[in-house]
């Protein structure tokens, strides 16, 4: 079985810096493009960064300036450094891998259970 576990959500002002965390574990031969999206309550889940093996990197309009995705393979880790949060930033926020299992032998896309970000004014 593989595992997505993140950490890092809470509570934080406006203008406030968090950063959350996404470890990958069990049955994994390789990992490959990772990413965060998040879910706001209303709302439909939508993409806010990801990052390719090789470190290419990809961001929503809103995000871009402000966050910053990075990975560490030998960890299995994928972060995003969150800076100048605003209130529309809050959402249950969700990783995202594609892994190669293997139990199946197979690429497929795993997800987090989320964690929730509040930004208050």
């Known amino acids: 079985q593989v595992q997505l576990v993140e950490r890092g959500g809470g509570l934080v002002q406006a203008g406030g810096s968090l950063r959350l965390s996404c470890v990958a574990s069990?049955?994994?031969?390789?990992?490959?493009?990772m990413g965060w999206y998040r879910q706001a309550p209303g709302n439909q889940r939508e993409l806010v960064a990801t990052?390719?093996?090789?470190?290419?990197?990809n961001y929503a309009e809103s995000v871009k300036g402000r966050f910053i995705i990075a990975r560490d393979d030998i960890k299995k880790t994928v972060y995003l450094q969150m800076n100048s949060l605003k209130p529309e930033d809050t959402a249950v926020y969700y990783c995202?891998?594609?892994?190669?299992?293997?139990?199946?032998?197979?690429?497929?896309?795993?997800w987090g259970q989320g964690t929730q970000v509040t930004v208050f004014s």
């Open positions: 995202t891998a594609a892994i190669l299992s293997s139990a199946t032998g197979s690429l497929g896309d795993y």
């Open positions: 069990g049955d994994i031969l390789g990992l490959s493009t």
């Open positions: 990052i390719t093996r090789g470190g290419g990197t």
